[in-house]
Structure formats: C-alpha cells, structure tokens
C-alpha cells in the first residue's frame, strides 16, 4: 500500500499512546506494543491501512531516518531549522522520547555493570588472604619470600578462610540477583497495571456505550406503544359514533328514497354539517 503524507500524520499521532519507548529496543515486548499498533491501524477506516508488526516498525524507523537526515542538512545548509510542519513536530517529539528512553535504559545498565564489576573487585580482593595483603610491596608487586612448607593447621586454616570468602561471594551475588529480579518485577508489575487500566477503561466504555442503546430502545418503544394507544383509543371513538347514528341512518336512507336526487344530495349535505357540528 502507497504511504501519503495523510498515512504518516495519522501513524505518527498514533503511536504516541501506545509508547513503544518504554521497551528495550529488540525486546519481546517492544515487537508486542508494533503488533498492537498495527492492528489498530487496521481498524481505521479514513485513511485504510493495510500493515503487519514488521511494516509497521520499518515505516516508523524510516521515516525517522529520514527526518535526521533532513535536520542534518538544513543545519548545514543555513546553520538554522525552518518552521516544522505537523508532521515534523510529531516526529521531533517521538524521536526524543525514544533517546530519552534509551539514555536511561543505557544508565541502568551501565550502573549494574559497575556494580557487578564492584562485586567482582570485592570478590578477587576478599580472595587475597590478609597475611598475602601483608606482604605486598607499595608498587602492587608481591615480595619474594622464602618458601617454606604448610603446616597442617596453615591449611586448615586457609580452608576455613576461602570457605568463608566464598560464601561472603555468594551472598553479594544472591543480593545483587534479589535486586536484579525485584527491578524487573516493579517494571512488570507497572506494565500489567497500565493495561489493566487500559482494559478497565476499554470495558466501561463498551458498558456506557450499552446502557445507552438500551436506554434509547427503550424511550423508542415507550413512544411507539403511546401511538399505539392513541391509534386505538381514536379507532373506538370512531366505531362508537358510527354505532350510535347506525339506527338514524338507516332511517334517513328510506325517507331520501322519497326525494328526489337534488333533494337527497341536499339532505345528505345537511347530514354532514350535523355530523360535523356534533363532533
């Protein structure tokens, strides 16, 4: 399908509330938040779009090419940007909500590589006995000392002492992990209660939307049964009028037959007055 510039104003205003940014980019669920965008863009019936999760994500980081390169030359051209369009503001705003996004994801991993790196340096630290940290010249290189042979109680307790930095080892990497997975647990739990609230809102919407049709079915046929009514009450006031001068009609009927036609045209013209009158 041919992209116009309709198609692009309308793409980009559309992602804006779906915020692909606040995924990793390559991530399962950024590739979840594409395939939800295009299938609400399949929905839209001015413009038609007919897009997959795969189109969807080129178009965008096209179209973001694109508007680099553009703000490229024009500052190399006049050393000054020209007046956005809509369509150029839009993707301003988008572009730096993706920088921003990466930025911090880029912080929070650099600040878990410290810590690791930290954790690590604690580590190969704790592996240096105090008695090795003893000997060590100012220079970093260890001094040369005669050897000597190990004494079963030196080993023992050097055991003990590598036992006990191991298992200090393995309590800062469990904590680190504890804090790792609780990181990731807040970002999820976040995420789950953002569509939750989505799927609320989705709810009550189709809800109002419901309570409204009935409530107007139901004024509609109110007013239908109030005609139906007032049809039959008027049916039964005709029925007993033509009941109650049924007799006196009848009547009429033979003494016209003793007139002439002008004078029963006369006489029935004087009838309709009558009936006219009393009603």
């Not at 179209?63 to 369009?85: H, I, M, N, Q, W």
């Not at 809800?207 to 007013?223: D, I, P, S, V, Y």
């Not at 045209?265 to 004087?270: E, H, K, P, R, T």
């Amino acid at each position: 399908m041919k992209s116009t510039e309709a198609h692009d104003i309308f793409f980009l205003k559309e992602i804006l509330p779906f915020h692909p940014w606040q995924h990793k980019k390559g991530t399962v669920e950024r590739g979840e938040v594409w395939g939800n965008l295009a299938c609400h863009l399949g929905r839209s019936s001015d413009p038609v779009f007919r897009v997959t999760q795969r189109s969807v994500r080129d178009r965008y980081l096209l179209l973001e090419r694109r508007f680099r390169k553009k703000v490229s030359e024009d500052e190399k051209a006049s050393g000054t940007s020209p007046e956005p369009s809509e369509e150029d503001a839009m993707m301003e705003k988008i572009i730096s909500l993706f920088d921003e996004a990466d930025k911090l994801n880029d912080s929070k991993k650099k600040k878990i590589q410290e810590e690791a790196s930290q954790a690590e340096e604690m580590r190969n630290m704790s592996l240096e006995t105090f008695k090795q940290s003893q000997e060590r010249s100012q220079d970093g290189q260890p001094k040369q000392k005669k050897k000597k042979r190990a004494s079963g109680a030196d080993t023992m307790t050097f055991l003990k002492e590598r036992v006990e930095i191991e298992s200090r080892q393995r309590l800062e990497e469990l904590e680190l992990r504890k804090r790792e997975l609780q990181m990731e647990k807040e970002a999820k739990e976040a995420e789950l209660n953002l569509r939750a609230k989505k799927h609320e809102e989705r709810v009550e919407q189709q809800r109002n939307a419901t309570r409204l049709q009935q409530e107007q079915e139901q004024q509609l046929q109110n007013t239908n049964m109030a005609l139906l009514q007032q049809q039959q009450q008027q049916t039964q006031a005709l029925m007993t009028l033509l009941q109650k001068f049924s007799g006196k009609w009848n009547y009429l009927v033979k003494f016209l037959k003793t007139f002439t036609f002008r004078d029963r045209f006369i006489v029935l013209n004087c009838k309709m007055v009558c009936l006219f009158c009393i009603n």
